[in-house]
């Protein structure tokens, strides 16, 4: 059976806070067929501190004077807009997802929009009380692990493993967290609600850095489903881990490159994001399954490309096969030559031209 992987177009905060362009954004990923497009959801005051700076990448995109707060400020969707984009994405026939950095955001996307899962984004990872508001609700979340070793993931998972067991904050501890992990029962929980990704938490990240085998080590450390978000230039790379099995890809794109806004350069355009769509769903079909057999396109080829066993020369009825008046040529509609040794030493029943295929009495 073919694989399906999901893909995740990544809005996250290129509307740069205008509700038409995020609309926008909606129609590139739908038009490009994508399964989910995905925002975020946040208040800049509550997730950062006012004088907290700004990553390299975006101090190289909008400039290191502003306060990380300040540019995340223009950047926050109102709630009240999810309704619409929400509103929107449904009328396109693509999911609406969003990124939940605060408590409050979390208490919105269950609550209000009703979305039945959550994608938790690389930097609240270690973020303990946001996983295990995410897990007590039962809510299936996509968790993406960039920055991480697998320690900083189990522990992630252990917090979450405890929410989907407990439904309760009461007697969470590391300890208790740990013990959920490794439990029968939370590996159950979490193998029913959780996928992870592989990250590599640079923009746009060097090809040299993401070790994609990390994915494949990922999936047999925890038993998850696993995928992998994408934040290198260009496709292939994504391609490439939809080949290595990603169950999901999540990647970033815009309607312009060159938008102001810390994330813009580092995405895909629309053309780009229809090509990256088309080439994970052809690798899915070519992915195809274990089992190695003709395939249909195969059965007419089969037929010119193999040989046969063919009269090197006129043979006359009663001469006898030999090596000096058979040859082997194409096409594979007599008998094969896998047959060639039953054939030298019996005697023709009929007479053959040159180049004709030999054909048995027995019918061999």
């Known amino acids: 059976m073919n694989k399906s992987t999901l893909i995740i177009a990544e809005a996250g905060v290129n509307h740069n806070g205008d509700l038409g362009l995020a609309r926008e954004l909606i129609d590139v990923a739908a038009d490009a067929g994508a399964d989910v497009v995905k ?48 509103a929107h994405a449904e009328k396109r026939g693509i999911e609406f997802l969003s990124s939940p950095f605060d408590d409050d955001a979390v208490r919105f996307l269950l609550d209000e929009l009703k979305l039945k899962r959550i994608k938790i984004p690389s930097g609240e990872i270690t973020n303990a009380p ?79 850095q993401i070790n994609l085998n990390a994915m494949k080590t990922i999936e047999a450390a925890f038993g998850l489903p696993t995928g992998y978000s994408d934040h290198t230039d260009g496709i292939h790379v994504s391609v490439a881990a939809a080949a290595l099995g990603a169950v999901c890809i999540e ?39 274990a089992m190695k057999r003709p395939q249909p396109g195969e059965i007419s080829t089969r037929k010119v490309a193999r040989k046969s066993i063919v009269a090197a020369r006129p043979i006359e009825k009663g001469e006898v096969f030999s090596k000096e008046n058979l040859v082997i040529k194409r096409p594979g509609t007599g008998i094969s030559p896998m047959n060639y040794w039953s054939v030298v030493g ?6 053959f031209e040159a180049d004709e295929l030999i054909e048995l009495e027995t019918g061999r």
């Open 346 to 351: 019996q005697k023709a029943a009929r007479g």
């Open 130 to 208: 946001l996983l295990l508001r995410i897990a007590e609700r039962g809510t299936k979340a996509i968790l993406s692990t960039g920055m991480c070793d697998l320690s900083d993931i189990e522990n992630a998972l252990g917090v979450l493993a405890y929410g989907y067991l407990k439904k309760a904050t009461s007697g969470a501890s590391r300890v208790a967290f740990s013990d959920a992990f490794h439990s029968v029962d939370g590996l159950k929980a979490l193998k029913e609600n959780v996928i992870l990704l592989h990250c590599t938490s640079d923009y746009p990240a060097k090809f040299e």
């Open 39 to 86: 925002f975020q959801t946040f208040s800049a005051s509550t997730i950062v501190t006012k004088n907290a700076g700004k990553a390299d990448y975006q101090k190289k995109a909008t400039g290191a004077e502003e306060s990380q707060q300040a540019m995340l400020a223009k950047l926050e969707l109102p709630y009240k807009a999810h309704f619409d984009l929400q």
């Open 251 to 289: 990647k970033h794109f815009t309607t312009d490159k060159n938008l102001p806004g810390p994330d813009h350069k580092a995405s895909l355009n629309p053309a780009e994001l229809k090509e990256l769509v088309r080439g994970i769903r052809e690798t899915d079909l070519a992915l195809g399954y």
